[in-house]
Protein backbone atom coordinates (compact mmCIF):
# COMPACT_ATOMS: atom_id res chain seq x y z
CA UNK A 1 0.00 0.00 0.00
CA UNK A 2 1.34 3.40 -0.95
CA UNK A 3 0.05 5.72 2.44
CA UNK A 4 1.60 8.65 3.78
CA UNK A 5 2.01 9.99 6.87
CA UNK A 6 -1.35 12.55 6.12
CA UNK A 7 -2.76 8.85 5.96
CA UNK A 8 -3.81 9.52 2.29
CA UNK A 9 -3.59 6.08 0.44
CA UNK A 10 -2.22 6.12 -3.32
CA UNK A 11 -4.81 4.22 -6.13
CA UNK A 12 -4.21 6.21 -8.71
CA UNK A 13 -0.74 6.01 -11.22
CA UNK A 14 -0.13 8.07 -13.48
CA UNK A 15 2.74 7.17 -16.13
CA UNK A 16 4.28 9.74 -18.27
CA UNK A 17 5.06 7.32 -21.44
CA UNK A 18 7.49 10.44 -23.28
CA UNK A 19 8.85 13.78 -22.88
CA UNK A 20 7.64 14.51 -26.68
CA UNK A 21 4.82 16.23 -28.21
CA UNK A 22 3.46 17.48 -31.45
CA UNK A 23 2.22 20.59 -30.19
CA UNK A 24 3.92 23.58 -28.73
CA UNK A 25 1.10 25.10 -26.66
CA UNK A 26 1.89 28.21 -25.34
CA UNK A 27 1.29 26.96 -21.39
CA UNK A 28 3.44 24.29 -21.69
CA UNK A 29 6.19 24.78 -23.76
CA UNK A 30 8.32 27.64 -25.78
CA UNK A 31 8.06 27.49 -29.64
CA UNK A 32 11.30 25.89 -30.36
CA UNK A 33 10.45 23.17 -27.78
CA UNK A 34 12.34 21.50 -25.09
CA UNK A 35 15.70 19.16 -25.02
CA UNK A 36 14.24 15.53 -25.21
CA UNK A 37 15.22 12.96 -22.94
CA UNK A 38 17.98 10.36 -24.46
CA UNK A 39 16.27 7.30 -25.53
CA UNK A 40 18.65 5.37 -23.30
CA UNK A 41 17.22 7.55 -20.34
CA UNK A 42 13.75 6.93 -21.31
CA UNK A 43 12.28 3.49 -19.56
CA UNK A 44 11.91 0.59 -21.85
CA UNK A 45 8.12 -1.26 -22.72
CA UNK A 46 9.42 -3.66 -20.61
CA UNK A 47 10.37 -1.83 -17.85
CA UNK A 48 7.31 0.30 -18.29
CA UNK A 49 5.36 -2.89 -17.93
CA UNK A 50 7.12 -4.27 -14.78
CA UNK A 51 6.50 -1.00 -12.74
CA UNK A 52 2.98 -1.12 -13.23
CA UNK A 53 2.84 -4.39 -12.09
CA UNK A 54 4.71 -4.40 -8.96
CA UNK A 55 1.95 -0.78 -8.83
CA UNK A 56 -1.30 -3.30 -9.36
CA UNK A 57 -0.10 -6.12 -7.43
CA UNK A 58 2.28 -5.04 -4.50
CA UNK A 59 1.04 -1.92 -3.75
CA UNK A 60 -2.88 -1.09 -4.24
CA UNK A 61 -2.71 0.38 -7.73
CA UNK A 62 -6.62 0.12 -9.19
CA UNK A 63 -6.04 2.81 -11.75
CA UNK A 64 -3.64 3.88 -14.42
CA UNK A 65 -3.64 6.92 -16.51
CA UNK A 66 -0.78 7.03 -19.46
CA UNK A 67 0.31 10.68 -20.12
CA UNK A 68 3.37 12.36 -22.21
CA UNK A 69 4.54 14.65 -23.61
CA UNK A 70 2.11 13.26 -26.02
CA UNK A 71 1.69 9.47 -25.28
CA UNK A 72 0.10 8.21 -28.79
CA UNK A 73 4.04 9.07 -30.07
CA UNK A 74 4.92 5.86 -27.85
CA UNK A 75 5.75 3.11 -30.61
CA UNK A 76 4.77 0.86 -28.29
CA UNK A 77 1.58 2.00 -26.39
CA UNK A 78 -0.84 -0.15 -28.28
CA UNK A 79 1.08 -3.12 -26.76
CA UNK A 80 1.30 -1.72 -23.10
CA UNK A 81 -1.61 -0.94 -22.25
CA UNK A 82 -2.70 -4.98 -23.92
CA UNK A 83 -0.10 -6.53 -21.65
CA UNK A 84 -1.30 -4.18 -18.24
CA UNK A 85 -4.96 -5.33 -19.47
CA UNK A 86 -3.51 -8.77 -18.65
CA UNK A 87 -2.66 -8.09 -15.50
CA UNK A 88 -4.76 -9.55 -12.43
CA UNK A 89 -6.30 -7.63 -10.85
CA UNK A 90 -6.69 -5.17 -13.86
CA UNK A 91 -6.49 -2.10 -13.83
CA UNK A 92 -8.76 0.41 -14.74
CA UNK A 93 -6.80 2.19 -17.43
CA UNK A 94 -7.16 5.28 -19.40
CA UNK A 95 -5.03 8.04 -21.72
CA UNK A 96 -4.56 11.58 -22.05
CA UNK A 97 -3.66 12.88 -25.05
CA UNK A 98 -4.11 15.76 -26.81
CA UNK A 99 -6.33 13.66 -29.65
CA UNK A 100 -4.30 14.03 -32.82
CA UNK A 101 -2.94 10.95 -33.52
CA UNK A 102 -6.52 9.69 -31.96
CA UNK A 103 -8.31 8.81 -35.58
CA UNK A 104 -5.84 6.45 -36.16
CA UNK A 105 -5.28 4.31 -32.83
CA UNK A 106 -8.74 4.56 -31.13
CA UNK A 107 -9.83 1.04 -32.30
CA UNK A 108 -6.21 -0.28 -31.76
CA UNK A 109 -6.59 1.03 -27.90
CA UNK A 110 -9.91 -0.18 -27.15
CA UNK A 111 -8.98 -3.61 -28.67
CA UNK A 112 -5.69 -3.62 -26.27
CA UNK A 113 -7.93 -3.06 -23.13
CA UNK A 114 -8.10 0.97 -22.58
CA UNK A 115 -11.09 2.04 -20.73
CA UNK A 116 -11.34 5.97 -22.17
CA UNK A 117 -9.71 9.21 -22.74
CA UNK A 118 -9.14 12.64 -22.08
CA UNK A 119 -8.64 14.71 -24.73
CA UNK A 120 -7.10 18.84 -24.53
CA UNK A 121 -9.33 20.93 -26.31
CA UNK A 122 -9.50 24.68 -25.48
CA UNK A 123 -11.08 26.40 -28.12
CA UNK A 124 -13.65 25.65 -31.13
CA UNK A 125 -12.07 28.52 -32.90
CA UNK A 126 -9.26 26.76 -35.47
CA UNK A 127 -7.56 30.35 -35.88
CA UNK A 128 -7.27 30.06 -31.82
CA UNK A 129 -6.49 26.77 -31.93
CA UNK A 130 -3.05 27.27 -34.02
CA UNK A 131 -2.10 30.70 -32.01
CA UNK A 132 -2.66 28.55 -28.66
CA UNK A 133 -0.86 25.43 -30.14
CA UNK A 134 1.54 26.67 -33.03
CA UNK A 135 -0.23 24.21 -34.86
CA UNK A 136 -3.00 23.72 -37.54
CA UNK A 137 -4.55 20.72 -36.23
CA UNK A 138 -7.41 21.87 -35.00
CA UNK A 139 -9.74 19.10 -37.69
CA UNK A 140 -7.23 16.21 -36.00
CA UNK A 141 -7.98 16.60 -33.01
CA UNK A 142 -12.13 17.22 -33.51
CA UNK A 143 -11.70 13.60 -35.72
CA UNK A 144 -9.62 12.16 -32.97
CA UNK A 145 -12.74 13.38 -29.99
CA UNK A 146 -15.45 11.28 -32.88
CA UNK A 147 -13.21 8.27 -33.00
CA UNK A 148 -12.64 7.86 -29.51
CA UNK A 149 -16.19 7.88 -29.12
CA UNK A 150 -17.12 5.55 -31.57
CA UNK A 151 -14.41 3.20 -30.51
CA UNK A 152 -16.16 3.13 -27.11
CA UNK A 153 -13.53 5.06 -24.90
CA UNK A 154 -16.04 6.42 -22.95
CA UNK A 155 -16.81 8.82 -21.35
CA UNK A 156 -14.96 11.11 -23.40
CA UNK A 157 -13.62 13.56 -21.44
CA UNK A 158 -12.29 16.72 -23.26
CA UNK A 159 -9.97 19.27 -20.95
CA UNK A 160 -10.17 22.68 -21.45
CA UNK A 161 -7.57 25.63 -20.46
CA UNK A 162 -8.48 28.86 -20.68
CA UNK A 163 -6.63 32.06 -21.38
CA UNK A 164 -6.56 35.76 -20.72
CA UNK A 165 -7.41 37.68 -24.39
CA UNK A 166 -7.60 34.24 -26.24
CA UNK A 167 -10.36 32.02 -25.83
CA UNK A 168 -11.55 33.24 -22.20
CA UNK A 169 -14.96 34.15 -23.51
CA UNK A 170 -15.88 30.40 -25.00
CA UNK A 171 -16.85 28.34 -21.79
CA UNK A 172 -20.33 28.70 -22.89
CA UNK A 173 -19.63 28.14 -26.36
CA UNK A 174 -17.77 25.00 -25.47
CA UNK A 175 -20.02 23.46 -23.07
CA UNK A 176 -22.84 23.81 -25.43
CA UNK A 177 -20.78 22.07 -28.12
CA UNK A 178 -19.61 19.18 -25.34
CA UNK A 179 -23.35 18.82 -24.53
CA UNK A 180 -24.56 18.34 -28.45
CA UNK A 181 -21.53 15.76 -28.44
CA UNK A 182 -22.17 13.81 -25.61
CA UNK A 183 -18.51 14.79 -24.17
CA UNK A 184 -17.65 15.23 -20.48
CA UNK A 185 -15.81 19.25 -20.39
CA UNK A 186 -13.54 19.77 -17.40
CA UNK A 187 -11.94 22.70 -17.15
CA UNK A 188 -8.63 23.20 -15.81
CA UNK A 189 -7.50 26.37 -13.85
CA UNK A 190 -4.35 27.39 -15.65
CA UNK A 191 -1.05 25.82 -13.70
CA UNK A 192 2.66 26.67 -13.82
CA UNK A 193 3.52 24.39 -16.39
CA UNK A 194 5.23 26.28 -18.68
CA UNK A 195 9.33 25.45 -18.93
CA UNK A 196 9.65 29.24 -20.10
CA UNK A 197 7.87 30.53 -16.75
CA UNK A 198 5.40 32.86 -18.07
CA UNK A 199 2.66 31.64 -16.00
CA UNK A 200 1.12 34.57 -13.71
CA UNK A 201 -0.56 33.86 -10.73
CA UNK A 202 -2.82 37.52 -11.40
CA UNK A 203 -3.56 36.72 -14.75
CA UNK A 204 -5.10 33.54 -14.93
CA UNK A 205 -8.89 32.62 -15.32
CA UNK A 206 -10.28 31.45 -12.06
CA UNK A 207 -12.51 28.83 -11.20
CA UNK A 208 -14.96 31.51 -10.30
CA UNK A 209 -14.61 33.30 -13.82
CA UNK A 210 -15.50 29.94 -15.45
CA UNK A 211 -18.46 29.83 -13.58
CA UNK A 212 -19.29 32.93 -13.62
CA UNK A 213 -19.38 32.95 -17.48
CA UNK A 214 -21.10 29.41 -17.93
CA UNK A 215 -24.54 30.67 -15.46
CA UNK A 216 -24.77 32.86 -18.12
CA UNK A 217 -26.08 30.65 -20.36
CA UNK A 218 -26.93 27.73 -18.47
CA UNK A 219 -28.36 26.17 -14.72
CA UNK A 220 -25.60 24.73 -13.16
CA UNK A 221 -26.56 22.30 -9.94
CA UNK A 222 -23.62 21.56 -7.74
CA UNK A 223 -23.02 17.49 -7.15
CA UNK A 224 -21.63 17.94 -3.66
CA UNK A 225 -18.29 16.20 -2.18
CA UNK A 226 -20.05 12.96 -1.82
CA UNK A 227 -20.14 12.19 -5.18
CA UNK A 228 -16.53 14.11 -5.66
CA UNK A 229 -14.82 11.49 -3.92
CA UNK A 230 -11.05 11.90 -4.66
CA UNK A 231 -11.75 13.37 -8.22
CA UNK A 232 -9.93 16.69 -8.92
CA UNK A 233 -13.05 17.91 -10.48
CA UNK A 234 -15.99 19.74 -8.83
CA UNK A 235 -18.97 18.64 -11.09
CA UNK A 236 -22.19 20.70 -11.81
CA UNK A 237 -25.15 19.16 -13.47
CA UNK A 238 -25.66 21.41 -16.66
CA UNK A 239 -29.39 22.35 -16.70
CA UNK A 240 -30.56 19.68 -14.41
CA UNK A 241 -28.77 16.63 -16.06
CA UNK A 242 -27.80 14.35 -17.37
CA UNK A 243 -25.05 16.12 -18.89
CA UNK A 244 -22.00 17.56 -16.50
CA UNK A 245 -19.52 20.02 -16.50
CA UNK A 246 -16.39 20.04 -14.01
CA UNK A 247 -13.79 22.46 -13.51
CA UNK A 248 -10.56 21.80 -11.77
CA UNK A 249 -9.22 24.49 -9.61
CA UNK A 250 -5.64 23.63 -9.18
CA UNK A 251 -4.40 27.09 -7.76
CA UNK A 252 -7.52 28.49 -6.51
CA UNK A 253 -9.09 25.58 -4.55
CA UNK A 254 -6.59 22.96 -3.55
CA UNK A 255 -7.84 19.54 -3.28
CA UNK A 256 -4.59 18.25 -2.47
CA UNK A 257 -6.42 16.62 0.97
CA UNK A 258 -7.97 13.98 -0.81
CA UNK A 259 -5.17 13.40 -3.68
CA UNK A 260 -5.15 9.68 -4.23
CA UNK A 261 -2.25 9.80 -7.14
CA UNK A 262 1.38 8.84 -7.09
CA UNK A 263 3.43 9.83 -10.11
CA UNK A 264 5.71 7.66 -12.64
CA UNK A 265 8.10 9.58 -15.03
CA UNK A 266 8.97 9.01 -18.79
CA UNK A 267 12.82 8.23 -16.99
CA UNK A 268 11.49 5.45 -14.27
CA UNK A 269 11.35 8.44 -11.44
CA UNK A 270 8.50 8.49 -8.51
CA UNK A 271 6.82 11.88 -7.80
CA UNK A 272 4.95 12.30 -5.53
CA UNK A 273 3.05 15.39 -6.75
CA UNK A 274 2.96 17.04 -10.28
CA UNK A 275 4.97 20.23 -8.65
CA UNK A 276 7.32 18.29 -6.22
CA UNK A 277 10.79 18.83 -5.78
CA UNK A 278 12.06 15.57 -5.26
CA UNK A 279 11.85 12.71 -7.04
CA UNK A 280 13.33 8.92 -6.26
CA UNK A 281 15.07 7.00 -8.70
CA UNK A 282 13.16 3.79 -9.73
CA UNK A 283 15.20 3.35 -13.21
CA UNK A 284 18.45 2.69 -11.57
CA UNK A 285 16.98 0.02 -9.25
CA UNK A 286 15.17 -1.63 -12.06
CA UNK A 287 18.53 -1.61 -14.04
CA UNK A 288 20.54 -3.40 -11.31
CA UNK A 289 18.39 -6.40 -11.61
CA UNK A 290 16.78 -5.26 -7.91
CA UNK A 291 13.63 -7.75 -7.55
CA UNK A 292 10.64 -6.81 -7.50
CA UNK A 293 10.19 -6.33 -3.14
CA UNK A 294 12.78 -3.84 -3.21
CA UNK A 295 11.55 -1.59 -5.72
CA UNK A 296 8.39 -1.78 -3.99
CA UNK A 297 10.21 -0.54 -1.02
CA UNK A 298 11.87 2.27 -2.65
CA UNK A 299 8.28 3.17 -3.82
CA UNK A 300 6.80 2.72 -0.58
CA UNK A 301 8.76 5.21 0.91
CA UNK A 302 8.91 7.51 -1.29
CA UNK A 303 4.93 8.09 -1.17
CA UNK A 304 5.62 8.04 2.86
CA UNK A 305 7.09 11.32 2.45
CA UNK A 306 4.69 13.20 0.50
CA UNK A 307 3.95 16.55 1.40
CA UNK A 308 0.92 18.16 2.98
CA UNK A 309 -0.16 19.96 -0.11
CA UNK A 310 1.41 21.45 -3.71
CA UNK A 311 1.81 25.11 -2.51
CA UNK A 312 0.35 26.55 -5.28
CA UNK A 313 -2.48 27.87 -2.66
CA UNK A 314 0.97 30.12 -1.89
CA UNK A 315 1.36 33.24 -3.18
CA UNK A 316 5.32 32.99 -3.34
CA UNK A 317 5.33 29.60 -5.12
CA UNK A 318 8.12 28.65 -7.55
CA UNK A 319 7.73 26.93 -10.72
CA UNK A 320 9.59 23.47 -10.38
CA UNK A 321 12.96 23.51 -12.74
CA UNK A 322 11.52 20.37 -14.76
CA UNK A 323 10.03 20.30 -17.63
CA UNK A 324 6.22 18.84 -17.11
CA UNK A 325 6.29 17.00 -20.69
CA UNK A 326 8.36 14.38 -18.56
CA UNK A 327 6.56 14.45 -16.17
CA UNK A 328 2.80 14.00 -17.24
CA UNK A 329 -0.52 15.51 -16.08
Known sequence: ???????????????????????????????????????????????????????????????????????????????????????????????????????????????????????????????????????????????????????????????????????DDEAPELLAWAVEHGYELRFIEQMPLDAQHGWKRDGMITAGDILRSLRTRFTLTEEGAGERGSAPAERWLVDGGPHRVGVIASVTRPFCRACDRTRLTADGQVRTCLFAREETDLRGALRSDAPDEEIARIWTLAMWGKKAGSGLDDPSFLQPDRPMSAIGG
Open 1 to 167: MLIDTYDRVATDLRVSLTDRCNLRCTYCMPEEGLQWLAKPDLLTDDEIVRLIDIAVTRLGITEVRFTGGEPLLRPGLVSIVERCAALAPRPRMSLTTNGIGLRRTAAALKAAGLDRVNVSLDTLRPDVFKTLTRRDRHHDVLAGLEAAREAGLTPVKVNTVLMPGLN
